[in-house]
């Protein structure tokens, strides 16, 4: 079974993943873990997406889809994989694609996690963060018990800068700009299960498993 995940901030795409990994035993792959292994064996295409990094630079996708490719191929994927950040743009799915055809590398099935933008915010904005042991609160959803103090550690509750809805905005609307296109392609062969992001994790999870396993 080769997925891959997809959803925006805020969608629980983390909570999923690991819960899918624990159950299926499947492959996790990001392009980050990628990166640091291929650099750290120092493969050809390690060497090359690290002359980029030393510079600043992005390492460009003619490195990147040959790498993603090359890494599954040599990882054990018996059980298949989850792809996890990657594709996040078209010409990388097409490009994607193009490499792996007609192999067991194709993927399957396309996993979005799908929230309203004013559910997103909901949970943006309210929650906080402890100053000094980053414990998590919600105001409404998992408050502290005194409020803006911490019950781990009797820190300080925080919000953090970037949990505005101006600044989730931003972030949804670039990560909608590049990922429409990624969904519509993949939706056009039938792989894509759409999972209403909004409900409790439990429920979350039911509908996951059954999109997985029908
Ligand atoms: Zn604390």
């Known amino acids: 079974m080769n997925l891959l995940i997809m959803g925006g901030p805020g969608a629980g795409k983390g909570t999923m993943s690991e819960k899918i990994l624990e159950k299926y035993e499947i492959l996790h792959i990001s392009t980050g873990d990628i990166f640091r292994a291929e650099m750290a064996q120092q493969t050809e295409l390690g060497l090359l997406a690290k002359s980029y ?21 040599k990882s054990d994927h018996s059980k298949g994989y989850l792809l996890d950040g990657y594709p996040r743009t078209l010409d990388q799915a097409l490009a994607f694609q193009e490499l792996v055809a007609g192999t067991d590398l194709e993927i399957d099935k396309v996993l979005f996690m799908d929230i309203p933008f004013e559910v997103l915010a909901q949970r943006v904005t309210g929650r906080r963060i402890c100053k000094e042991c980053k414990a998590i609160y919600h105001i409404t959803n998992h408050p502290s018990k005194v409020d803006g103090v911490c019950d781990v550690c009797g820190g300080q509750l925080i919000q953090r800068k970037d949990d505005t809805v101006e600044s989730l905005n931003v972030r949804v609307s670039e990560y909608q700009k590049l990922t429409q296109p990624v969904l519509d392609y993949y939706a056009k062969f039938g792989k894509v299960k759409k999972i209403n992001a909004d409900q409790s994790i439990d429920d979350v999870w039911a509908d996951v498993q059954k999109a997985l396993e029908d």
């Open 53 to 73: 990094i030393d510079k600043g630079l992005l390492v460009p996708d003619d490195v990147t889809n040959p790498m993603v490719k090359s890494f599954l191929e």
